[in-house]
């Protein structure tokens, strides 16, 4: 090499190391905003395991409370189903009389019920009838002709109260004046509609 190439070369060299130089400090300027965001990243997923372990807990806790409600539902039903049965129960010594007319049972509707109770079923019963109250349920229909409330009679033997309710079994429905009168059992509005379901049934 010629003494006079030497310094084009040198020069040459600078020029690289130079253009090295600023290629490294580009890629340090580069790294340090990369360790930067990797910083932010890693806080970002700090944050994220902070709400998700948050979360992991409010789900337990969340299940747990899911748990009792359904031991409390089941609680609830199981009461519902004892509060039915002993309405059911309550009202095992009471008897309904359907389709008499508004105003027939008088101002006595205790001796009324004894003796329309026996004309119907032709029971004769010893000791005679005795209620402990007896009533029509209900507000009086402004139809009343066409749709007499019922009368609920609450006997005070029970024994009476089941041959009455056998014997309008056995019988069906009874007549008077050419009315259809029913004596059916009295049970709860529950009950009530579960019975209905199966009227569909019967023969």
Not at 52 to 80: A, P
Not at 123 to 142: I, N, S, Y
Not at 152 to 167: C, D, E, K, M, N
């Amino acid at each position: 090499m010629a003494d006079g190439d030497q310094p084009a070369t040198m020069e040459r060299i600078l020029q690289e190391i130079t253009a090295v130089r600023r290629r490294i400090e580009g890629m340090d300027a580069s790294i340090s905003s990369l360790t930067l965001e990797t910083k932010s990243i890693w806080t970002d997923i700090a944050s994220f395991h902070s709400r998700v372990t948050g979360l992991e807990h409010h789900v337990g806790t969340l299940e747990t409370h899911m748990s009792t409600i359904q031991d409390r539902d089941q609680d609830l039903s199981c009461l519902w189903s004892k509060v039915k049965d002993l309405e059911d129960r309550s009202r095992r010594d009471n008897i309904r009389l359907l389709r008499i007319p508004e105003n027939e049972e008088g101002p006595d509707i205790q001796v009324f019920l004894s003796s329309v109770i026996h004309k119907l079923t032709s029971l004769t019963f010893d000791p005679p009838l005795e209620f402990q109250r007896a009533h029509r349920v209900g507000p009086k229909h402004p139809d009343g002709a066409s749709r007499p409330r019922p009368i609920i009679a609450y006997l005070l033997r029970h024994s009476q109260t089941r041959q009455i309710l056998q014997a309008a079994q056995t019988h069906g429905p009874f007549r008077i004046d050419k009315l259809e009168v029913r004596i059916t059992a009295d049970y709860s509005k529950d009950t009530t509609e579960r019975r209905k379901a199966f009227l569909s049934l019967r023969p």
